[in-house]
Structures are given as structure tokens and as C-alpha cells.
């Protein structure tokens, strides 16, 4: 008896086993570019006032930059852990949109346990990374990618606290280039085959500039605005550009 990720009776299948070590294999790539961009948010930790040990652990059990930093500065700024809250869940509502769509990529029957483990750690890149997986989801390959990547992210926090300090800020941000790079090699691939994609990927990019010049938008979230825009644009292609059943069953 199979259920619907590859589990066998007698254990875990050596389907699952290759996601799982392909998942590994995507992450590494996506863990060497955290650890150079988490120096600057040991940096900021350290300012807050947290030691190795709890810039390493916050960083283990939360992967989420633009949250942390947000997170690390309330902190330093004596907030209640009211307003710390309150702020991070609106810097990181985008991974709730991100979520719904790796959940259309899982194979019907996937146990809430699967789900859940799979939630714990989404980020923009893994996201990336697991949305371009050609077919369904497995799970394994989602929890390869984060043993591939989380701990590089929480390594380079604590490394940032102790010596990050010593190095001047040209060359962490210099480093922090290497994600944007991950960037590129996810959404070139979709779109030399899809039309659509590149067109989405190019009004996106335009989107953005607008959103951070124009009046209203400009004063919202970039956690917020990333929300806005990703309804809008991929409400538009669903509506104008609908994926006929076939492909989908294919």
C-alpha cells in the first residue's frame, strides 16, 4: 500500500529518500548566500543586545529577514512584546500567500503533519525553489532544501555577532548580492518556456518600482506591498491567462 507522497509500509521509500537528498542539493547553494547575508543581522542582534546563543536559536526557529531585523530592532527600542508581535506579523504576512500556493502543489491526501512541517520554514527563496519543482510537491524535497539552507542562516547570525562588527559594511553588503543572484536562477528556467511567466516576472519588477515612488503605496510595508502586488498581478494572469485542465492534470 502507497499513499500519496511515496511512504510504503516498510518505511520511506527510495523515492522519497532522492527528493529529500535533491532537496539538500537546491538548499546548499540558497544556505551559502544566508550566511553571508545573516552577518548584517548578527549585527543587528548583537545591537539588541543578544547573545550567540539566542541570535543562533532565534535564527534556528525563525528564517525570515526582513521580520528578524524588524524583530531585533523593536527589541533594541525596549517595545512590548505586544508591538513586537503585532510588527512582525505584518513584515511576514507574505508567507501566508506563499504557503496557500505550495499547499495547490501538494498530492491530494498529504497528511496535516506533512503540512505543518513544511510551514515551519518558508522563505522567499525556498518558496522559489519548491514552487518551480516540476509535478507535485513532495514533501521530502521541502525538508531537504531546509536542512540544506536553515542552518547556514542561523550559523552566520551567530557568526555575525561575534566578528561582524570587524568587518566594514561595503563588504556585508557586497556578500548579501549572492541571494539576488539565487534569484535569477529560479525565474530564468520558467521563463524561456512560458511567456506568461516572463511577462508577470517584468510587470512585477515594474510594480514594485512604482509602488515604493508613488503617493499611499509608497507609505505601506514592503511586507504589505510584496501581499498587494502578488494578489493583483497573479489574480490578473489567473484571470486572463487560465491554465486549462489538462495541464493541470499532466
Request: glycine share 12%.
Amino acid at each position: 500500500m502507497v499513499n500519496p507522497i511515496g511512504n510504503t509500509k516498510s518505511g520511506i521509500s527510495t523515492v522519497n529518500t532522492g527528493e529529500f537528498l535533491a532537496g539538500v542539493k537546491d538548499g546548499l547553494p540558497i544556505g551559502l548566500g544566508y550566511f553571508a547575508v545573516a552577518f548584517s543581522l548578527g549585527i543587528a542582534a548583537r545591537n539588541a543586545g543578544l547573545t550567540v546563543f539566542q541570535g543562533f536559536l532565534t535564527s534556528l526557529l525563525c528564517n525570515a529577514s526582513a521580520g528578524q531585523y524588524a524583530f531585533f530592532t523593536q527589541i533594541a527600542a525596549g517595545a512590548s512584546l505586544v508591538e513586537v508581535a503585532i510588527l512582525t506579523l505584518v513584515t511576514n504576512a507574505r508567507y501566508l500567500l506563499m504557503g496557500c500556493a505550495m499547499s495547490q502543489k501538494l498530492k491530494p491526501g498529504v497528511s496535516f503533519l506533512h503540512r505543518l512541517g513544511m510551514g515551519l520554514d518558508v522563505t522567499d527563496e525556498l518558496f522559489g525553489i519548491e514552487i518551480a519543482r516540476p509535478g507535485y510537491l513532495n514533501p521530502f524535497y521541502a525538508y531537504g532544501a531546509m536542512l540544506g539552507s536553515a542552518p547556514f542562516w542561523a550559523t552566520g547570525t551567530a557568526v555575525g555577532i561575534i566578528v561582524g562588527n570587524l568587518l566594514p559594511m561595503r563588504i556585508v553588503s557586497a556578500l548579501s548580492v549572492a541571494l539576488y543572484g539565487m534569484f535569477l536562477a529560479v525565474i530564468i528556467p520558467p521563463i524561456r518556456t512560458n511567456k506568461v511567466i516572463g511577462g508577470c516576472v517584468i510587470i512585477s519588477f515594474a510594480a514594485s518600482y512604482l509602488a515604493g515612488i508613488l503617493p499611499y503605496l509608497a507609505e505601506l510595508s514592503s511586507g504589505n506591498k510584496t501581499i498587494l502586488l502578488t494578489v493583483a498581478i497573479s489574480a490578473a494572469a489567473g484571470w486572463l491567462f487560465p491554465i486549462k485542465e489538462e495541464n493541470e492534470n499532466a
